[in-house]
Each structure stands twice: as C-alpha cells, then as structure tokens.
C-alpha cells in the first residue's frame, strides 16, 4: 500500500459536505458530473470511486479519495472480481472502476466503469482478443523518435490504432536536438497524417515542448516503439523523474525497454500522462481507425464512378486514376491494403470465435437441463 498521494490543486470541502465533481480532488484526472451521477447508485453501496493508475498481475493501484482525509491516495485492489474471458474488457491502466474497501480477504474492484475512449490492440498471439493498452484517454501521443529514420507504415498503423481508440492522435517527433533536418521530417509525416497535428520536439532541451503541453491537455497516452523517448516525454510533461530512462543502443537506436508496465502519472495542475511499454508488433483490432488513418484515400474513392469500385479493373477508378499520376503513392495505397487485410483476417476470426463460445455456452446449458430434469 502506498502513502497518500500530494493532493491538487483543487478546493477540498469537509467531508461531511458532500462535493461537487468540479470541486471533487480527482476532477482534475477526469471525474465529471455525469461520471459522479452514475456512481451515485454504487457509492450508496459503500463503494469508492477511484482510476487505475498501475495494472500487475492479479492486483491493481487505484487513486481515489480517502474517507478519512478527504484527499486523494493511492490503495490496492484485487482484481480477480472483475476478471471475465475477454480480455478487450478486462480492467487496464485509465480505468475508471469502482473500489470495494470492504472486500474480504482484502479490498478489490467491485466493477469497471464504461469507457469514453480505448486503445485496444490485437494481443501477441495467434488468437484473436485484443488487448487494452489504455483507457478513457483524450489525446493519443505517438511518440517517434528523429535518432532513426521513421517508418511510414509503422506511424500509419499507429495512427490507425489511436483513430480507432475513439480519442484524437497527435504524433510528437521526438530528440529534435539530434538532427538538424527534424522540420523537414515533419513535413514528410504530415503528408501521411491528414488531419493530425505534428510537433517537433526535444525533452532534453525544451524545444517544443510548450506547445506539446499546451495540446496535451486531460488524459493522455504515449505510445510507440522502444527508445522513443515516452518515458522522458512522462517526466517532461509531469515535471517529475517518475518514469525510469536509459539509454538507446547506438548500434539500432533501439531501448531497452525500460517501461515495463502501463503507468498513470498525474500532471500538475490536471491532467494525466499514460506511459506504455514499447510496442514491437502493432496489430489492429478494428477497421474505422484504418480509414481515419487514410482520410485521403477514402476521398480519393469518393469520386470513382461505382459505389463499389473495388479500385481494380473498373472504368473511371479515381484510385486508379491517382496511383498512376503520383497523387496517391504506392507505398502508401499498399501500407492500406495490407491493413484492411489484417482487419478483415481479424474480423473473421473474432466472429469464428464468438460462433464457438455461444455453441459452448448452448452445449452446456443442455448438459445443466439433462443433468437436472425438470420434475
């Protein structure tokens, strides 16, 4: 168990006055009138209100207001409650949740609040469950280090992942002092991301770094590969040395992947940063973040005579039209078929998979009737 947090700077009633969400300690972490309505219910159960800030296994810390102090303090909870098969719903880092202190043989969550927002990926494995990396986010970092050239496909399939996370990606190039052509990066990431904000930046020397804190507003998570730079951007936009930092290897520019868990870190003055693990493999699961992500080829489509053109053989294809003057460039026409094949593999095998658990769920409420006949 923890000590008790440093409480923001937030007005704090008596504890016998019951608070307002805009004046409620956690507000600044995203406790909202309508949140504190729905609890409402569950808090009449004695149940506390309270964010995931750390997720390990069979446990988790909650931030959440102390009873006796009335100030916010980070407790741990059991989360085997709420635990169920699918993993895409399970607790993770951002979670809103509702804390049992009354749990025996110790305090755990009682339930997991709806989410606004969700970055969920496909897991690491041949299976189809995903994954959450983080939840109820507003702002999506990618954070992509300028120590290595970046790679367009992987910022594309990142971008398709916070598109589909319901909340707004920004892409943050990061170690700007280590190259002298970073604006000219930008300019060549734009070009990929339409519709998303780009900034250069260097924590090591503060360049850009007020703009970045002035876009990175409420809750927000960094995403990326190892040796990005995410755990430096934590303790830059936090002003705290939370986030251990080592080295990249100079050999690849790769980390070491230092973060080894999901962290939620409360930024002065309000808000939050989610450091996440580096992300070798980024498989996606679902579609709509891949036509956000390429918002330029779905206008392109637009204007092709069939509804349905299938942008191979068909007459006035405005696909085909654009790939051969150079408006649409091949790689990245290419980098988007290879992302709707991905989901559309996805998509079948979570529907195969829904298929075979409500056969097995029928399957054995027949075995439950045979085995107690009805008198």
């Known amino acids: 168990m923890h000590d008790p947090v440093t409480a923001p700077d937030h007005p704090v009633t008596a504890p016998d006055h019951p608070r307002t969400a805009s004046a409620h300690p956690l507000a600044g972490l ?24 750390r997720m390990d296994r069979g446990s988790c810390e909650v931030l959440l207001v102390d009873p006796e102090t009335g100030g916010p303090a980070v407790r741990r909870a059991a989360t085997r409650p709420v635990m169920t098969a699918d993993t895409a719903h399970n607790p993770c880092t951002g979670d809103w949740v509702a804390y049992d202190p009354a749990a025996r043989p110790a305090p755990a969550l009682a339930t997991v609040l709806p989410r606004t927002t969700a970055i969920i990926r496909k897991g690491a494995h041949k299976r ?78 503060g360049a850009g770094m007020d703009a970045l804190r002035a876009r990175a507003t409420g809750s927000c998570a960094l995403i990326g590969q190892s040796g990005a730079g995410k755990s430096t951007l934590t303790n830059a936009l936090t002003g705290t040395a939370a986030m251990t930092v080592q080295q990249v290897r100079s050999v690849d520019e790769k980390g070491r992947h230092t973060t080894t868990v ?8 309000g808000g939050a940063v989610i450091d ?43 696909v085909r039209a654009a790939l051969a003057d150079g408006t649409l460039p091949e790689r990245r026409w290419e980098s988007y078929l290879k992302l709707q094949r991905e989901n559309d593999w996805i998509a079948a095998r979570t529907d195969a998979r829904l298929r075979a658990e409500r056969a097995r769920h029928r399957k054995n409420l027949t075995k439950a009737a045979r085995s107690h006949p009805r008198p």
């Open 128 to 205: 189809s469950e995903g994954q959450v990396l983080a939840a109820n986010v507003d702002t999506v970092l990618i954070a992509v280090s300028l120590a290595a050239e970046p790679d367009p496909g992987r910022i594309e399939r990142l971008l398709a992942l916070a598109w589909e996370s319901g909340a707004e990606p920004l892409i943050v190039l990061t170690k700007s002092d280590l190259v002298h052509d970073g604006d000219f990066v930008r300019a060549d990431v734009e070009s990929i991301a339409p519709g998303v904000t780009v900034l250069t930046v260097s924590a090591g020397t």
């Open 262 to 269: 999901r962290e939620l870190v409360p930024i002065p003055g």
């Open 30 to 53: 995203g406790w909202t009138d309508g949140r504190a309505a729905a609890f409402a219910p569950l808090a009449a159960s004695g149940l506390l209100p309270g964010r995931i800030v």
């Open 276 to 318: 996440t693990p580096g992300l070798r493999g980024v498989g996606l699961f679902g579609g709509e973040g891949i036509d956000q992500a390429f918002a330029d080829i779905s206008a392109i489509a637009a204007d092709c005579r069939y509804a349905d053109c299938s942008h191979r053989t068909e007459p006035r294809c405005a």
